[in-house]
């Protein structure tokens, strides 16, 4: 008897699980992140700073174009480039850009890239609950004309470090960076000098190295890099191509 | 007073107005750190100050219905080396190498400009500075009446001790 009661109250109790539930979870509803792939590397040297990124925007397993860039020179000394999202990526440059203009009305000179990357952080971080999907790598010469590199996540917690990578590529080019750039290292404790020791076109070469080697294994990198350079001259942007496949 | 640690006031007037001002001018410092990682230039401040003094204040509440009855000496030591500007209730700022402001000011600017010149030391700055402030004012020069702060290049509000070994001087 009493077996028989608790068994009834069981199957009060218990979930039915043969019915479904009244919403279907099946299929991915709307989202309003897209991420449109590609990798973006820089590295500071002791008067300049290279910042690249490949030329390939995807989304999904499709290609939509293989030239694309993903740089953005915000101020004279100083360049963004970001991978992720590029519709979030594009709202947070111009965003930037009006940011970069009031300052210069305000205080008669060009921001400075440590302030730019200070202003970069706090931008990120105003959006820390709907977030610019945008992973940030800046680069640029600081107020000494040493080159600097930022390393962002999405929500705006940098670093200054002698190099770094972001994107689909990060990953597969970063231990590369870390075993040929051992001493400017953002790993290595207590922090050393955060540039390379590297002259800029043996800088130029490694990054294509890695972005050739990176554009073989990662499918969301390829097609071409765009590279850039900043020196106390100016800024020189070359190209590479990569593979289309 | 002090504004950040590269910028100090000095006021003139209605001390309580300049209260408000300096209290605007930490507060625009900061924001400017925060923001972008680097000391505010010295003219960038004296333009916040002097926009806060155009409005009579700020927003709806804590606007005020008459100037700010104060004039400030800001100086600073910013990317463009040590700098003095001179600001008054209309809004308007000046940049200076050399000013006195206040009762005694007109016998005191015009001392300050017979005997300033751009290559002086810091000591000399210090023994022009009192022996004008002597000569206006009625009574003695003491440690204990007397207030010298230097900006060179952090602020620094000089003790009795280091003032009276100024006065010693004169």
Partial sequence: MRSWKLAKMSMVFAPRLAESAPTSHVGASWSPYDNNGGTCVAIAGADYCVIAADTRMSTGFSILTRDYSKIHHITEKCVLASSGFQADVRSLQKNLDARHQIYQHQHSKQMSCPAMAQLLSNTLYYKRFFPYYSFNVLGGLDNEGKGCVYTYDAVGSYERSGYSSQGSGQTLIMPVLDNQLKSASPLVLPPRESSTPLTESEAVDLIKDTFASAAERDIYTGDGVEIVIINKEGIRRETMALKRD | ?170
């Fill in chain 2, 1 to 170: 007073m002090e504004i950040d640690e590269h910028i100090g006031c000095a006021m003139s007037g209605l001390t309580a107005d300049a209260r408000t001002l300096v209290e605007h001018g930490r507060v625009e410092t900061q924001n400017h750190r925060f923001s972008y990682n680097e000391p505010m230039s010295v003219e960038s401040t004296t333009q916040a100050l002097c926009d806060l003094a155009l409005r009579f204040g700020e927003g709806d509440e804590e606007s005020m219905s008459r100037p700010f009855g104060v004039s400030l000496l800001i100086a600073g030591h910013d990317e463009s080396g040590p700098c003095l500007y001179h600001t008054d209730p209309s809004g308007t700022f000046w940049q200076c190498d050399a000013k006195a402001i206040g009762s005694g000011s007109e016998g005191a600017d015009t001392s300050l400009q017979e005997h300033f010149n751009k290559n002086m030391t810091l000591e000399e700055a210090e023994t022009l500075a009192l022996s004008t402030l002597k000569q206006v004012m009625e009574e003695k020069v003491t440690s204990s009446n007397v207030d010298i702060a230097k900006v060179a290049p952090k602020y620094h509000l000089y003790s009795p001790e280091e003032v009276e070994a100024v006065i010693q001087r004169l």
